[in-house]
């Protein structure tokens, strides 16, 4: 079965240091992944994929994530955290025969000033 | 403006009472779906649909119906509701052209007493 994990419920960084969300997940076959961000009171907004090719993708807001075949991880990094960075990230898998998506429980980012 | 439009964005009703939340999306998406978000447990799909006429259950179905009668709509149908069922509903769309990014609606809070 499908399953993706982001083992923390919350991380905590200092403005401008790097960050790391992470996330592993199990699928059988060859995985999409996705990383969305959700602010307060809004809906899911898309950051990055991976598909295929090469194991760094970079995303939206200077975000970038590396795909870890071995280690089935694919864990969002940020050089710089920025106040604004603050927010509920979540990783999601989906199958590349099928059309069922499955998302982690999210975790969430603060990011001090 | 490419857009995933969702009503109501809340609503309040009594156990038993049926209820409708509709889905519209303006990209020509061909994939639907529809989620629950609950606080730790991240979001569940609870349906999803490949094109019109043409649905599956995701990970929740229990106690929702959906429909797929035209391409750019996606209603979620509670026939008795249940407090159980109090949550926050997206309704998302996404294409094999993008490799399947979901663009997320902005949600509905659903509380049933």
């Known amino acids: 079965a499908q399953s993706v994990a982001q083992p923390e419920d919350q991380v905590n960084v200092a403005e401008g240091n790097p960050l790391t969300v992470k996330c592993t997940y199990s699928v059988s076959g060859n995985p999409y992944l996705f990383w969305y961000v959700q602010y307060p009171n809004r809906g899911l907004q898309f950051l990055l994929k991976?598909?295929?090719?090469?194991?760094l993708v970079k995303g939206s807001y200077g975000f970038e994530a590396e795909f870890n075949k071995s280690q089935t991880s694919f864990h969002l990094k940020k050089p710089s955290a920025l106040v604004s960075d603050s927010a509920l990230y979540f990783c999601a898998v989906r199958h590349t025969g099928g059309f069922k998506t499955i998302f982690g429980a999210g975790t969430r980012l603060f990011v001090k000033a | 403006e490419a857009q995933v439009t969702q009503n109501p964005r809340y609503l309040i009703t009594v156990t038993g009472k049926k209820l409708t939340v509709t889905c519209s999306q303006n990209m020509n998406h061909e994939y639907m779906s529809w989620y629950r978000q609950d606080p730790g447990l991240g979001l569940r799909q609870i349906y999803y649909?490949?094109?019109?006429?043409?649905?599956d259950k995701g990970d929740v179905p229990e106690g929702y119906k959906v429909s797929r009668k035209e391409k750019r709509n996606f209603p979620l149908i509670l026939e008795s509701p249940s407090p159980n069922q109090t949550s926050l509903y997206f309704c998302?769309?996404?294409?094999?052209?993008?490799?399947?990014?979901?663009?997320f609606g902005p949600g509905t809070r659903l509380t049933v007493t």
């Open positions: 998302a769309s996404s294409s094999s052209v993008t490799s399947y990014e979901q663009y």
């Open positions: 649909s490949m094109n019109v006429e043409v649905t």
């Open positions: 991976y598909i295929t090719g090469d194991n």
